[in-house]
Structure formats: structure tokens, C-alpha cells
């Protein structure tokens, strides 16, 4: 051979051993459902389940819930049509939520609610909103506010109880209980996920431990694993599979650390030593029990150094630290529904005057509907380590699936969760995972949510459901 | 191209110096070489020793010219744990090169000689759309070393050589999209040249009698630093300025130091075996820091944890002379990767790879061609989401599986005198 059939093969070589050269990955073997039969899935929950985000529940937050999600892999196995009580288009904004407007001159963001196309067809005899009725079937019973010790409170799904229940519940049977819709739609299901009992806790700590409304308290540990037992065995009594979901903690949500950290830098920048608050919802004049003294470095900050925790709802009324004046009180008084004249008597019942600094004396000290701090976050986690070890028994003895979102929201507000390159956190807004709530998954948590689920059943069933692709789902929708 | 370069890369940025051919499984740097499975350290085959063993030069009987090229061919698959579809590369190819000059006495006991390689340049160019574009869209990277050499024979038997390695020109072109919630993908370029750094490379070869030849050599680590790159973004909503406001950026990889040996066998007057073991200390490189003059995101800092461990790599190779002027090559070599699993990047998706190459010589008086072709297989090499979690390295790469192979086929022409 010599170099010029050399110089002219090696060109032919070369694009012969390229067609060979492109390697191939095998395609994921096709989705199987184990032992599970994926046929006919039903959904029990709260908010959270019902697709609930930006503080409303709206069509595009239904489509994009958890259990839909579950059902479109679930699909791919095997699994049936998935019913949701979905908003029509023309209603699709629903109950109404939370829009994000704009950030203010100090890179603060300003949201605005969002009041057209809604879905409300009248009041309800205490004034609150009555919902579009929804008669078909539905698989997904998602309610938003539902609490585990509400599920067998009869006429809650009437128009004296939640809308959202209202809405789903027969016209003819308007007391019946959840328990009993959950029995009458367990009797055909082959496959459910249950996450209820974030309301249990979450009342009490959005509302700084300051009420006591019955939304508001925290549910005994006794009467929540009873409860939450009667429902997991009427799942389970025609032989249904599932996978259930244990409660996370409240104090890793934006909606406890957004506002927080931002305080204590300014109040340390100020030179201000530390805040006097009230505590609980017991009333009581400067030198009662209710007054508590913190720290400014006591408040958490971004680190997760410091204990108190500022509410969201807090935003508005934190730069009238160190100012007298009553604005925080007012909004409180108008909060409870109260005729106006009554507003002299709730200052008094408080021992508030709004002629001290606010937040820094005990004459006017910052509201404890703002601040969920160290005791009562005590008593929060109490009640939900309670609750977690009533639901991981449950799941351990029956056999079910378990999504421990507790340890899972643990590990994302410590570190993050990154996908396909994508940096999502627990952050307020810029973390794509948390809607402007604070409390509520976007489109982006619930796709991370349903991967979750989906990986506890196919470890548990031996499935093989595929994943789906969390950055196809939107974090918070910018202006 | 190199793809391996691209290992070498390591990250993201420069890879490399020379020293890189150890642990960077594509080492192109002598035409002859590249035919034995990149084998050179215990031989004194032509003026590529400059690169593979500087004290080998003086051992190298002719003095003389020699220029190669090669073009590096890489394909990829790739494949998200969310999402399945298969993605491949945009198909681009680069075109390192080499250049020798040798000089000195007939006779004399000492050889001088510059040398200018390329061992690092990377390109890589994903799909558009793909999984992983918010981690990395393009990279290209550039390198050129340039090394003067002077090489002493102590005794017939011994010789040493060595010299400073310089980083002449480093390139360095980085892009990713940005997801922005509901707007559609922004995107970032990162754009900078290397500022000039200077380390060395320098070796001994002994060859106790004419069937065999020992050597040692040692490439040290350069920092490759770019200062006041250019950093444009576009397609960023206006609302969000304040978050992409960054124009400039600052990042030092560093490359590590390479320590080889090698063993030559020449049984007959024409055949000729080589084995070398590279060991390249990758340790150094723990995390790729980013600085910007203003935000990217939420801070004008990024880091990227890297944690590399030092890696191996065996290569084996030979050559037979055919005829008068006819000499063929082959060989093979087996690189472990010196990345973690759950650490692997798009810029460097690397895994253990082999390779095998071929080669051939014809040479006419004192003019020669040399050809070389290698394949290079790059394990299939899957990572979990939940493998990124534990290590806390989801915020910046992708879960997958990927698979590469390279081609690169290779031409020389030298002159001796």
C-alpha cells in the first residue's frame, strides 16, 4: 500500500466506523404495576390533594395536582380514567387566588387577588362562599381544609360546611360525612393515596397560636390516629393498595421564613435589643402571662439560627415596628368579623395602647397571630410526630406505601432539590416550589411531590412507573 | 475535542495540561503515538518525546521536523431519568495538533526542541432542548502549550530532559439556558481567555540494553485562571434585571500534575512494545468556583462541587516494521475516571473508558506520513436523582444515563535531518 491510498481510505475508514459510532441507550423498559392494580384510583386529602395553590383552588392548580399527575403514570400500567372536580374553563380561576403583581422598590414582591372568572354561585348562611356544583363522579376527593377530625362530622358537606366538600357531596345525602363518601368510593377502588391531617397543625401555626377558632386548634394525637385508622381500614377493606403520606413540618414553609430573617436584619441594623409580643390567645393587660420578651437574635433567620418565626401575613405590619399606633390591631379586630364599636373593648381586653411603640413595649406589644414562637412551635411538633407515628404504623401494618413527606420537606429546606440542572428550594417565590401561600406546592412542587409518591410504590409494589419531568411544571408565575 | 479533553476539563473549564494525556484517555500529542495506545514515556520513538518524556529527546537518534493533526469525532447519547427520550449531540468535530522541532549535534550528547500541543480543547454541543440545558447548553474550550525542551544524555544509557510548559493561548466558552418560571428559557454565555501560566515537564529515560528502555516523567499542575471574562446574557425579563446583571466573571481550574512510567521491549530490530501508567492527581480539583461582578440568580457566586480522586490509566502498545518504509501500530488503553459517581457533569460526562487505536508509518528518505485512528469507548454510566440528592449536587447537573464514543482519526507528515 502506499500514502496516497491511504490519504484516500482513511476518509471512507473514518465515516464507516462513525456510522457505527453512535451509541445507543436501551429505551426504560415499559411501565409495569407490580402487585398493584392501578384501575381504578381514588384520592383522599386536603388541599394539597385537591391540586390547592397560591391560596386558591383554581383549574390550573386541579390539573396539575399530585393525584393527576399519579394517575397520567399510573396510565401507563394499567390505570383508568382519573375524575376531578374540575372548574369549568369559563370559571377557571375558581375561588379565587393570589396573583403576583409586582416587587415593590425594596425587592419585596406585591401580590393582588385574582376576582374574575370565578366559580362562586352564592353565600352560604354564615356568609362564606357556596361553590359551582360538581354531580359527576370524581376519583379525586381532595377538600380544601378538611382535617382529619372532621372526617366524620356530619354536614360538612352541607352548605353550613366546607365549600369544597359542599360542592362534590349529593344533593339528596347532604350529611354525609367524608368517612362515608370515602367508604362509598373505596367499595370500587383498586388503588388510593390518603394525605390528610396537614390541617390538624397547620391552623393553629398560620394563625401564631392566636386563635381559638375550631379551624384553628390543634387536633389530639388520640383522636387523630382514631380517626386516621377508620379511614386507612376502609380503604383497605375490599383489598385496595395504596400509598400514604405523613405530615411535614410546618416551620420549614416560606410562609415562616420569609418574613423573619429580613426583620432581624433590619431590627440588628436598627440597634434594637428585642421585641415584646404576645403569646396564645388568652387576653390580659401589660404584666399578664401573654407578653413575651424575644431576642432579635432569637428570630430565625435564613441559616436557621434563632427560634421565632414571623408569619407571611406579617409582611404588611413588621416596618411599623418602633412606631405607635393601632393599624396592626384594626386589621386583627376587622380579621374576627366583629362589629366595628366593638374595637375599644378588644384594646382593653388586650391592654393595648396604641400610643406606646408598637412590638417594643408591653403596652403595645406585636400580635401573636404573626409570630409562632418557640412554645408554641413546641407544641406543634409534638402533635405532629404524633400524628407521623400514628400514620407510619398504620402504613407499616397494612402493608401500604409510605411517602414520608415529613423527612422529604426536611431534606428540600435544608438543601434544596435541584432537577435537570434547575435550582429549586424551600425559598419564598425564587424557590419555584412553594406558590405565594407559602403553604401550597406550585405545578413545579406537585410534579416533585408526585415523583415522591411514585417512587414509595414502585419500591413498595415492585412497579416500574415512570417519573415525570418536574421542569415541564412552572414554579411561581411572574409578572 | 476531544472529548478528552473535555474530561480533562473537568469541568468546565481549560482542562488540562498536557500532563492530561495521563489521565485524559484521548492523548494525541505524537501521531506515533497515538497509533500505540498513546504509550511513549518509556520510548524514544520521534520528537513527540518532548510531550511523553522530555528526558527520552536526547536518546531520539534523528533531529528533525514533524506536524500532526487529528480530528476528534464524538457521539453521544443521553438519557434523563424524567424524561425518555434519547438526546444526542449536535455533531461537531475539533482538530488538535502538534508541532515538534528537535535540534542539536550529531553526535552530541545534548538536543534542544520546542514543542507546541493542543491536549485540551473540548467541544461539546447538546441537543437544543435537552434535559440538561439549564446545567449546560455548549462548551468550547481551547488550549495551546507551548514547551521548550533541552534534553542531556549522561551516559550512553541515561539521559534526562525537561522544561517549562506554558499555557500560550486558553479559551474558554461556557452556555446554559435559565429557566425562569413562566417566560421562556433565558440563556448565558460565558466567554474568556486564560490568563499565560508556566509550569514544567521533565523526565528521565534509562535504556539498559538495546531490547530494553525505562522511563519516568512528571507534568506539574498549572491553575488556569480566566479574569474578567465575558459573561452576556439574554432573553431575561426586564422585571428581573437585578437578578442578571452579571458582565464579568472570574474562575481558576486547576489542572493536575501527572506522574508516568513506562517500560519499552524491543525483542527484535523491529518490533518495538511499550506499557506506560499515568497517574494523574485529580484530587486537586474539589470545586469549580464561579465569580461574577454582579448577581447570576441569587448571588454573584456559583460553586460546583467536583471532589475528583486521583485516577490511572494503563496504556499498551506497539509497532512492527514492515518493510523498509512501511511501520504499523496498534494498541489500547483503560483510563479510570477520576469522577464520583453522583458527581458526573455535561461539561466532562465521563465514565471509565477504552480505547483502541491503530496506526501506520511510510516513510520515504527523510520525509515520513504517519496515520493513526483511535476509538474510544466511553462506558455507559448512570446517575440517580437520588445519587445527587445524597451528595448534594442536584442543584447543578442532570440525572441520567450517558453513553459516548469517540473516533479520531489522525494524519503526520516529519521531516529529519
Known amino acids: 500500500m502506499n500514502t496516497s491510498a491511504l490519504k484516500k481510505a482513511l476518509p471512507a475508514l473514518a465515516l464507516l466506523a462513525l456510522a457505527g459510532c453512535q451509541p445507543e441507550l436501551d429505551a426504560p423498559a415499559p411501565a409495569t404495576s407490580g402487585s398493584a392494580n392501578f384501575s381504578r384510583y381514588i384520592a383522599v386529602g386536603n388541599s394539597l390533594t385537591a391540586g390547592y395553590s397560591d391560596g386558591g383552588l383554581y383549574l390550573e392548580g386541579q390539573l396539575n395536582s399530585y393525584p393527576n399527575l399519579l394517575a397520567q403514570q399510573f396510565k401507563l400500567a394499567g390505570g383508568g380514567d382519573f375524575a376531578q372536580p374540575l372548574f369549568t374553563d369559563a370559571q377557571r380561576n375558581g375561588s379565587g387566588y393570589l396573583r403576583l403583581a409586582g416587587f415593590d422598590a425594596s425587592g419585596s414582591p406585591i401580590t393582588a387577588p385574582v376576582t374574575t372568572s370565578l366559580a362562586i354561585r352564592g353565600a352560604s348562611p354564615t356568609g362564606g362562599p357556596l361553590y359551582t356544583r360538581y354531580d359527576a363522579a370524581v376519583n379525586n376527593l381532595g377538600v380544601p381544609g378538611i382535617r382529619m377530625d372532621n372526617v366524620q362530622t356530619p354536614g360538612y358537606g352541607s352548605v353550613a360546611g366546607n365549600p369544597y366538600f359542599e360542592r362534590i357531596t349529593p344533593t339528596t345525602n347532604p350529611l354525609e360525612t367524608y368517612f362515608q363518601r370515602v367508604k362509598r368510593e373505596a367499595a370500587t377502588a383498586t388503588f388510593f393515596s390518603s394525605w390528610l391531617g396537614n390541617n390538624d397543625v397547620l391552623g ?217 440542572g434547575v435550582t429549586n428550594t424551600a425559598s419564598y417565590i425564587s424557590g419555584n416550589l412553594f406558590s405565594l401561600d407559602g403553604v401550597h406546592p406550585t405545578p413545579r412542587g406537585y410534579a416533585i411531590i408526585a415523583n415522591e409518591i411514585i417512587k414509595a410504590i414502585n419500591a413498595q409494589y415492585g412497579s416500574t412507573l415512570p417519573y415525570v419531568n418536574p421542569n415541564t411544571y412552572r414554579g411561581v408565575t411572574l409578572p | 475535542m476531544n472529548l478528552k479533553s473535555l474530561l480533562l476539563v473537568g469541568g468546565a473549564l481549560l482542562s488540562g495540561t498536557a500532563a492530561s494525556a495521563g489521565g485524559f484517555q484521548v492523548t494525541l500529542a505524537g501521531q506515533k503515538n497515538n497509533g500505540m495506545g498513546g504509550v511513549g514515556v518509556g520510548l524514544s520513538l520521534d520528537q513527540a518525546a518532548m510531550f511523553y518524556n522530555p528526558g527520552a529527546l536526547a536518546m531520539v537518534r534523528e533531529r528533525g521536523v514533524q506536524i500532526g493533526g487529528n480530528v476528534t469525532l464524538a457521539r453521544q447519547s443521553f438519557r434523563g431519568q424524567f424524561g425518555s427520550d434519547e438526546r444526542t449531540l449536535r455533531n461537531s468535530i475539533v482538530t488538535p495538533f502538534n508541532l515538534y522541532a528537535g535540534f542539536g549535534p550529531a553526535e552530541g550528547k545534548w538536543r534542544l526542541g520546542i514543542a507546541v500541543y493542543t491536549p485540551f480543547g473540548s467541544k461539546l454541543q447538546y441537543a437544543s432542548g435537552w434535559e440538561g440545558r439549564y446545567s449546560l447548553t455548549d462548551i468550547d474550550l481551547k488550549s495551546v502549550f507551548v514547551q521548550p525542551t533541552v534534553s542531556y544524555a549522561i551516559t550512553d544509557q541515561l539521559s534526562i530532559g525537561g522544561g517549562p510548559v506554558i499555557l500560550a493561548y486558553g479559551a474558554v466558552n461556557l452556555q446554559k439556558d435559565i429557566s425562569i418560571g413562566n417566560y421562556p428559557d433565558g440563556h448565558v454565555e460565558l466567554d474568556g481567555k486564560a490568563e499565560h501560566k508556566v509550569g514544567f515537564n521533565a523526565g528521565v529515560f534509562f535504556k539498559p540494553s538495546d531490547k530494553l528502555s525505562l522511563g519516568v516523567s512528571y507534568r506539574s499542575h498549572i491553575d488556569a485562571h480566566v479574569k474578567d471574562g465575558t459573561v452576556t446574557i439574554t432573553n431575561t425579563p426586564t422585571a428581573l434585571a437585578s437578578s442578571f446583571a452579571a458582565t464579568k466573571f472570574d474562575v481558576t481550574l486547576p489542572l493536575p500534575a501527572t506522574t508516568s512510567i513506562g517500560v519499552g521491549v524491543m525483542p527484535n530490530d523491529k518490533l518495538t512494545l511499550g506499557f506506560d501508567v499515568n497517574f494523574v492527581q485529580w484530587s486537586r480539583y474539589k470545586t469549580l468556583d464561579f465569580t461574577f461582578d454582579q448577581n447570576l440568580g441569587t448571588s454573584n457566586k456559583s460553586t460546583s462541587k467536583r471532589y475528583y480522586q486521583d485516577a490511572l490509566t494503563f496504556r499498551l502498545g506497539g509497532q512492527y516494521k514492515l518493510t523498509d518504509g512501511l511501520t504499523v501500530r496498534a494498541g489500547g488503553s483503560y483510563d479510570n475516571s477520576p469522577v464520583k459517581d453522583g458527581y458526573v457533569t455535561p461539561e466532562t460526562p465521563d465514565a471509565d473508558r477504552v480505547s483502541g487505536t491503530l496506526g501506520a508509518t511510510y516513510s520515504f528518505g527523510k520525509f515520513g506520513v504517519d496515520l493513526s485512528a483511535q476509538y474510544v469507548s466511553i462506558k455507559k454510566r448512570t446517575q440517580t436523582q437520588n445519587e445527587l440528592l445524597n451528595n448534594g449536587t442536584s442543584l447543578d447537573r442532570v440525572a441520567g444515563t450517558y453513553k459516548t464514543n469517540i473516533v479520531i482519526p489522525g494524519i503526520g507528515f516529519n521531516y529529519n535531518f
Open chain 1, 204 to 420: 393553629y401555626s398560620t394563625s401564631g397560636g392566636a386563635s381559638t377558632a375550631a379551624t384553628n386548634t390543634i387536633t389530639r394525637t388520640d383522636t387523630f390516629t382514631l380517626k386516621a385508622t377508620r379511614i386507612i381500614n376502609v380503604l383497605t377493606a375490599g383489598g385496595a393498595k395504596g400509598v400514604i403520606s405523613t405530615i411535614p413540618d410546618v416551620s420549614g414553609i416560606p410562609f415562616f421564613t420569609t418574613v423573619g430573617p429580613r426583620l432581624r436584619t433590619s431590627l440588628s441594623a436598627a440597634g434594637v435589643p428585642g421585641l415584646v409580643i404576645t403569646t396564645g390567645a388568652a387576653t390580659g393587660g401589660p404584666t399578664s402571662a401573654n407578653r413575651k420578651t424575644i431576642a432579635v437574635s432569637d428570630i430565625r433567620d435564613a441559616g436557621g439560627s434563632g427560634r421565632q418565626l414571623f408569619t407571611l401575613t406579617s409582611s404588611p405590619f413588621v416596618g411599623l415596628i418602633g412606631r405607635p399606633g393601632g393599624r396592626v390591631w384594626r386589621y386583627l379586630y376587622a380579621q374576627s368579623g366583629q362589629p366595628a364599636a366593638g374595637f375599644p373593648l378588644f384594646l382593653t381586653a388586650f391592654g393595648v395602647d396604641t400610643t406606646k411603640a408598637l412590638g417594643v413595649t408591653a403596652e403595645n406589644p406585636f400580635p401573636s397571630a404573626f409570630v409562632l414562637d418557640d412554645v408554641e412551635q413546641a407544641t406543634v411538633a409534638t402533635a405532629t410526630l404524633g400524628y407521623n407515628t400514628a400514620l407510619r404504623n398504620l402504613a407499616a401494618t397494612k402493608g401500604l406505601a409510605l411517602f414520608d413527606a415529613n423527612i422529604f420537606f426536611n431534606q428540600v429546606a435544608a438543601s434544596g432539590y435541584g432537577t435537570n
